[in-house]
């Protein structure tokens, strides 16, 4: 049963609230029941915010290794380039978001004109 | 939202929901923010995304108020795309999705009193995603415990509703912009939560799980494809607490 598989106006809503909204709030349901027998300075938080952290992580990696889009036309050097640059200017910024967005994009923005 | 002074017997009553309303516009104004602003370019992206693979404005609207969570809409959109069935759709979108199960489970206790009430932490953990999730956690410190469910409710309900609206707003005006800025808006994204998940890190080992997720997540996107994320966040994460573990005892015996 694929997302076109019936004419129905209601199956492509059936299959968001399915494979979208029952697939993602099942996991927030679960951390509210798992929350609620834990303190907030528990051991095993440390765990678990290691563990999302790097899950967060590992999509940010993905999308700067393995864009979609027009960013998948863009040389892997450059998004790399741009990427640590925006971090760098971040750090020096005293951990300004903004001033590593500008750098990133500025990076980037010139990176793909001059190659035209 | 009009306050009935006559209308209430009791003065004292309205005190404490005056201080309730007062935290919740407080959330509200923490959404017009970069990260809020951020946020709303990764939504423009994204409905740009949805437009292509032939969903209606009514469908990206309506899926964009029920997952809430970028990552899981881009993977469902995906799904569409490749034709795959309702269950290999639900599968894959779980999948991206598990992180937020940790993430709940770091903020809930964070919000609760003995006097919450269950039904408030599961609806206002629909609005957990990882903007939202890092406004709180930054910002929790400086707002009185008893008044951070009113105040995430702030945040939760204006980011939904907003980029609900900004989702609408693209389909109806999808101009066309040159290609490098739509690479531009593409690259957002990864650039804030870069920079976001490095200052929201509450100990050292965050900073280790954040760098060991970066070089794990492109690994495993090719060695185990489909479940790169749940490996990448387990192995990372779980040596980061490791390493964790192993500054503690050396800092209590020495």
């Given at each position: 049963?694929t997302f076109?598989?019936?004419?129905a106006?209601?199956w492509?809503?059936?299959?968001?609230?399915?494979?979208?909204?029952?697939?993602t709030?099942?996991?927030?349901?679960?951390?509210v029941?798992?929350g609620?027998?834990?303190s907030?300075?528990?051991?095993?938080?440390?765990f678990?915010?290691?563990?999302a952290t790097a899950?967060?992580a590992?999509?940010i990696?993905?999308?700067?290794v393995?864009?979609?889009g027009t960013l998948a036309?863009?040389p892997?050097?450059?998004?790399?380039g741009?990427?640590i640059?925006?971090?760098?200017?971040y750090?020096?910024?005293?951990k300004?978001?903004l001033a590593?967005i500008?750098?990133?994009?500025?990076?980037?923005?010139?990176?793909?004109y001059?190659?035209g | 939202?009009?306050e009935?002074q006559?209308?209430e017997?009791?003065?004292?009553?309205?005190?404490?929901?005056?201080?309730?309303?007062?935290w919740y516009?407080r959330?509200?104004?923490?959404?017009?923010s970069?990260?809020?602003?951020?946020l709303v370019?990764?939504?423009?992206g994204?409905?740009g995304?949805?437009?292509?693979?032939?969903?209606t404005?009514?469908?990206?609207?309506?899926?964009?108020?029920?997952?809430w969570?970028l990552?899981?809409q881009?993977?469902l959109?995906g799904?569409?795309?490749?034709g795959?069935?309702?269950?290999?759709?639900a599968?894959a979108v779980?999948?991206?999705?598990?992180r937020?199960?940790p993430?709940?489970v770091a903020?809930t206790?964070?919000?609760r009193t003995?006097?919450t009430?269950?039904?408030?932490l599961y609806a206002?953990?629909?609005?957990?995603?990882?903007t939202?999730?890092?406004?709180?956690m930054?910002s929790?410190h400086?707002v009185?415990?008893d008044?951070r469910?009113?105040?995430?409710t702030?945040?939760?309900?204006t980011?939904v509703?907003?980029?609900m609206?900004?989702?609408?707003t693209?389909?109806l005006?999808a101009g066309r912009?040159?290609v490098?800025?739509t690479a531009a808006l593409l690259?957002l994204?990864?650039?804030?939560?870069l920079?976001s998940?490095?200052g929201?890190?509450?100990e050292?080992?965050?900073?280790?799980?954040m760098?060991?997720?970066?070089a794990?997540?492109p690994?495993f996107?090719?060695?185990?494809?489909?479940?790169d994320l749940l490996a990448?966040?387990?192995?990372?994460g779980?040596?980061?607490y490791?390493w964790?573990r192993?500054?503690?005892?050396?800092?209590t015996a020495?």
């Open positions: 049963m076109d598989a019936l004419d106006w209601w492509p809503y059936l299959f968001i609230l399915v494979a979208g909204w029952l697939a709030d099942s996991w927030r349901y679960l951390g029941y798992l609620g027998k834990m907030e300075e528990s051991d095993i938080l440390v678990v915010r290691c563990v899950l967060v590992a999509v990696a993905n999308l700067i393995f864009p979609s036309d863009s892997l050097a450059l998004r790399l741009a990427a640059a925006g971090f760098a200017a750090l020096l910024a005293r300004q978001i590593g500008i750098v990133a994009e500025a990076f980037l923005l010139v990176g793909l001059l190659i | 939202m009009s009935k006559s209308a017997p009791d003065r004292e009553e309205q005190v404490p929901d005056e201080r309730h309303l007062t516009l959330g509200v104004r923490r959404c017009f970069i990260p809020g602003l951020v370019s990764a939504f423009v994204f409905a995304l949805a437009r292509e693979a032939g969903l404005l009514e469908q990206t609207v309506f899926m964009t108020g029920i997952v969570a990552p899981g881009v993977v959109i799904a569409i795309l490749a795959n069935s309702l269950f290999a759709a599968f779980a999948l991206s999705s598990v937020l199960a993430m709940v903020l206790p964070e919000m003995p006097k009430r269950k039904w408030v206002l953990s629909h609005f957990v995603a990882i939202s999730w890092v406004l709180a930054e929790f400086k009185p415990r008044m469910t009113a105040f995430y702030g945040i939760g309900t980011l509703l907003v980029n609206g900004v989702v609408a693209v389909f005006v912009l040159p490098q800025l690259f994204t990864p650039v804030y939560f920079t998940l490095w929201s890190a509450r050292r080992a965050g900073h280790v799980a760098i060991l997720g970066l794990l997540g690994v996107h090719v060695l185990l494809p489909g479940f990448a966040g387990g192995v990372a779980g040596a980061a490791f964790h192993v500054r503690l005892k050396r800092e020495g």
